[in-house]
């Protein structure tokens, strides 16, 4: 005799395969249990949750509603649907959902988590806050919402609050790698750095495979002028998802840092345009033993780097490779060369690039940086904003004020982007040259028009030390590994003079030290 299977063991057997990421059997399995059982609640809200993972966002919502009819009194339910709401952007619905949760199961940590996601959307951060703070209570091993409730205190300046928060965590979950880097960061982010370092360490002896984690301590590592270990450190870049997701094959080795003569070395882009200007200075050493180089650019810089003299053949970035016999990563180069490892190695020789003779410029913009003046001047306030970090370099022009009142200079706008509208209220006071750039090749030719170029860390920097123009950099408290710390010039460029932030976020001490040392350079 065949025994038909009990519905609540077809329900578990349903859950098993959703946990083991088998979203079509456990459909298949759920909506068995709802033929004959069809107002069955687990049932109802397991195809919900299946909806949601498939991001079928309106069919959860659908699902999750039906399991409501049937049982109208299930805060995790409740909460569920909210989840879709939120996804389909129905804000006010999903906020409803959740205070719904709350009002079933005040203990119910998930309601209040999601209710605080809701609440960060709708730029409620206090109240944000205080809901990811009764998470914590309610669930201490909740991972994910101490790392938010420290991000949101991060974003409201508490960062006293902020490595309380990872301590507290810490304590509970010492094993955990994830927030003992967590706190490096946040130390980092207050110049602990000694105890930063000590959180990766411990992150990495947790977690020792883990490429985040090493990828923040080589920062800091070269951050504090220990390039050689950094660089090592960095070679985990590989291993994260950034790296991992544009992740290329290649036909012939890497290069090993043996013998180059006779070769021909494929050089591969990477990272930003920054870096690429930056870096591009190591290839002039693969030529110099041997090799023939290949370098690869992103489109932009295309026309600038061919004024390098270390380049025997530049490649747009996707386009079809010319036969090369190795091949190496830009920023691995110092590494394999063994050159650029300590800083008095750096090869800082300036210029090493050199703008065009001609320009695709408006003609009036050509004349008004080929003009006599006292002091001209270039300016950028904002890197391109992508990630988090973009906006500790971001200075809001305005607070750019002291020093465009500055007598006898002539400004000209570098920026590109969207912040160009900051520049709006400013007139003819800043000429806008930046807009009109169609390439890096622009930008070197204005620049070479300049007398001096005062920007926040982006690669108007790199490209206006590398032409060899005195350059002042406005740096945030924490800046980017290679600016290192407290000295202000640079051994990677010789023009450069560096402006720091003496607390975070504090933009108008460096913007008062910048004016006045440029109304002296004026006078």
């Not at 006010?92 to 079933?104: G, N, P």
């Not at 998930?110 to 605080?116: D, E, R, S």
């Not at 390098?308 to 036969?323: R, T």
């Not at 004349?367 to 270039?378: E, Q, Y």
């Amino acid at each position: 005799m065949v025994f038909a299977a009990q519905p609540l063991d077809v329900l578990e057997l349903a859950r098993q395969y959703f946990q083991a990421g088998d979203l079509d059997r456990a459909a298949l399995l759920f909506a068995q249990v709802l033929q004959t059982h069809p107002e069955q609640l687990g049932a109802l809200n397991g195809l919900g949750v299946v909806a949601f993972q498939r991001q079928e966002f309106a069919t959860a919502a659908e699902w999750f509603t039906r399991a409501l009819a049937v049982e109208p009194h299930s805060a995790k339910v409740q909460t569920n649907l909210g989840n879709a709401l939120m996804a389909l952007e129905q804000l006010e619905e999903a906020l409803v959902c959740y205070q719904k949760a709350i009002a079933l199961d005040a203990d119910f940590a998930l309601a209040h988590f999601n209710l605080a996601n809701l609440l960060v959307r709708q730029e409620q951060f206090a109240e944000a806050m205080a809901e990811y703070r009764h998470t914590v209570a309610l669930k201490p091993d909740f991972l994910e919402a101490h790392l938010r409730l420290a991000g949101i205190l991060r974003n409201l300046g508490k960062m006293d609050e902020e490595v309380a928060v990872y301590r507290d965590a810490i304590a509970l979950n010492p094993e955990m790698a994830e927030l003992h880097n967590e706190l490096g960061d946040a130390l980092e982010s207050q110049g602990e750095w000694e105890a930063a370092a000590c959180c990766y360490r411990e992150a990495i002896r947790l977690w020792p495979d883990w490429a985040e984690a090493h990828c923040n301590y080589a920062s800091l590592l070269m951050l504090r002028g220990d390039l050689r270990a950094g660089l090592a450190e960095s070679e985990w870049r590989w291993q994260t998802p950034l790296f991992l997701k544009s992740e290329r094959t290649f036909g012939k080795p890497a290069w090993d840092g043996s013998d180059l003569a006779g070769k021909r070395i494929l050089v591969r882009a990477e990272q930003g345009f920054g870096d690429m200007i930056q870096f591009v200075r190591f290839a002039s050493l693969l030529k110099a033993r041997g090799a023939t180089v290949i370098f690869e650019s992103y489109a932009p810089l295309l026309s600038l780097l061919s004024s390098y003299s270390g380049i025997d053949e530049l490649v747009l970035c996707g386009a079809p490779l010319p036969p090369y016999d190795l091949h190496a990563a830009m920023m691995s180069l110092p590494l394999l060369l063994d050159v650029g490892t300590t800083l008095e190695t750096i090869p800082a020789q300036v210029p090493y690039l050199y703008s065009p003779a001609r320009c695709k410029l408006p003609l009036e913009l050509q004349a008004a940086l080929s003009a006599p003046a006292p002091l001209k001047v270039g300016i950028v306030w904002a890197p391109a904003l992508r990630f988090s970090i973009d906006y500790q370099r971001y200075c809001p022009l305005e607070h750019f004020e002291s020093l465009l009142k500055t007598p006898g200079v002539a400004f000209f706008s570098l920026y590109k982007g969207e912040r160009t509208t900051e520049l709006a209220p400013y007139g003819e006071r800043i000429v806008d040259v930046g807009t009109h750039c169609t390439d890096f090749a622009d930008t070197a030719w204005a620049i070479d028009r300049l007398d001096l170029v005062i920007t926040v860390d982006t690669a108007a920097a790199h490209l206006a030390g590398a032409l060899g123009k005195p350059v002042w950099l406005l740096l945030s408290f924490v800046p980017d590994w290679r600016w290192l710390l407290e000295r202000t010039d640079s051994p990677w460029y010789p023009t450069a003079c560096l402006f720091r932030q003496p607390a975070p976020g504090d933009w108008a001490a460096v913007l008062a030290s910048a004016a006045a040392t440029l109304r002296m350079a004026s006078s």
